[in-house]
Each structure stands twice: as C-alpha cells, then as structure tokens.
C-alpha cells in the first residue's frame, strides 16, 4: 500500500532554535498534505492543508508565522517551526492525499521535545 | 461545524471478549465515515470506512455500521485479541472535502 514517510521521527531541541520537519509520498503523488498536531491523550488537531505550489491554509488559532509549511513538489511538504518554545513540545503527524485512489495516508509522527 | 464524539478510554478487555467502542458525530450532509488504528510507535492506518447511511465497513473482524438515524458509527470486533492492543480512532470527512476531523481515540488494552 502506498507509504507516507516523516523524517525526524524524534528531535529535541533549545528554546529558540528552529526545527524542520519533512512528509514525504514515497510511492504516490500527493497534491494535498494536511498537518496535524497531537497532545497527549488527545485528538489530532488539524493545523493546516498543504497544496502543491500554493500557500498552505491554516486553521483557526494556528500561528502561519511560527508553523511555516512549505509543499515545493507533489512527494514532499515540509513544515518548520520557528522559534521553538516549550510549548510546542508535541507530536506532529502528516497525511497525504492521493487524487489516483482518493485515500488518504498518514505518517508514523514526529515527536518534537523543546526543552 | 463538523465534529466526532469517540467514547473515553482506556479500555482494558481480556482476551475473546466483546468489544464495542462508540463513536457520534455530527456533520451537514453526509459525510464518510472512519475508524482509523495507531498501534504503537506507528502511523495511523485505516482499518474500515463507510461512505453512506446503512453501509457496514468491515476489515480484520472489526465491523461498524452507519447509522444515520442515530448519526454513529459504532465499532465492535467479536472476539478480541492481544495484537489488537492499538489506540482507535474515529473520523469524518465531509462531502467534497480531503481532510479529516477525529475523536479524541480510544486506547485499547488486551490482556492475555
């Protein structure tokens, strides 16, 4: 079946810094990425729909200043946080749309740990 | 707007027992319907879906139907097993739309 892939699959990081998270469709073309955010014994929060070439759409409350999403091709978004603090310490989780089955797939996660 | 109520964990059952884990929603038109499986240390996999009202998913021995009338999509599986062990999600995606909404998921523990 197709395969979403997220690389780091765990970072930690200083207050501050800026850390760089990629999704990837290893074998399907994904014209829309979405990211999400998971909290501990919660939901997936939907942060923002990532289409290809274009400017992601955020949701309410999330800062696309702080969230940066880039989607440069149809195999590969990126989201960056900027400015990380610890608050920001969670598990972020990447899904893409394939036009070629109308599924979507999901990533294993990112666990990010600001300290 | 749309939403899914999942029922609260955790739930610890013994191995062979019956489980059901409740899911609600509420949504305009009629969205498709969606449990979803994350076991440990991996993504989210989808494990059965249902596009309309009376469609029953199945997959794995899990089953769950959509129920208009009640707007759920209840999730049971028979006769439980330890590799079962997973957190569950439920999840809509509304008529014409690609992204998800989702419970909050529900842990589920087999014991031997």
């Known amino acids: 079946g197709a395969v979403v892939s997220q690389h780091p699959s765990r970072v930690i990081c200083k207050s501050g810094t800026s850390v760089k998270i990629e999704c990837r469709s290893l074998?399907?073309?994904?014209?829309?990425m979405f990211w999400y955010r998971q909290f501990p014994k919660q939901s997936l929060m939907l942060m923002a729909t990532?289409?290809?070439?274009?400017?992601?759409?955020?949701e309410q409350g999330v800062e696309k200043d702080k969230f940066l999403i880039n989607h440069a091709s149809l195999t590969l978004s990126t989201l960056t946080v900027t400015s990380a603090h610890p608050e920001d310490s969670s598990f972020y989780i990447c899904?893409?749309?394939?036009?070629?089955?109308?599924?979507?797939?999901f990533g294993p996660g990112t666990r990010l740990l600001v300290l | 707007g749309d939403s899914v109520t999942q029922m609260e964990g955790p739930v610890t059952l013994s191995e062979e027992a019956f489980l059901t884990i409740n899911c609600t929603y509420t949504?305009?038109?009629?969205?498709?319907l969606f449990w979803y499986v994350q076991y440990p240390g991996e993504g989210l996999q989808l494990l059965l879906k249902?596009?309309?009202?009376?469609d029953k998913g199945s997959n794995k021995g899990f089953e769950a139907t959509y129920r208009k009338e009640t707007t759920s999509f209840h999730l049971e599986k028979g006769s439980v097993q330890v590799s079962d062990s997973a957190v569950y999600f439920c999840?809509?995606?509304?008529?014409?739309?690609?992204?998800?909404?989702f419970g909050t998921g529900t842990r589920l523990t087999v014991i031997p």
């Open positions: 074998d399907f073309q994904a014209t829309t």
């Open positions: 990532s289409n290809e070439g274009s400017k992601a759409t955020y």
């Open positions: 999840a809509l995606r509304s008529t014409g739309a690609n992204n998800l909404f």
């Open positions: 949504a305009t038109g009629y969205p498709s």
């Open positions: 899904s893409a749309f394939s036009g070629t089955s109308g599924h979507i797939y």
């Open positions: 249902a596009t309309k009202a009376d």
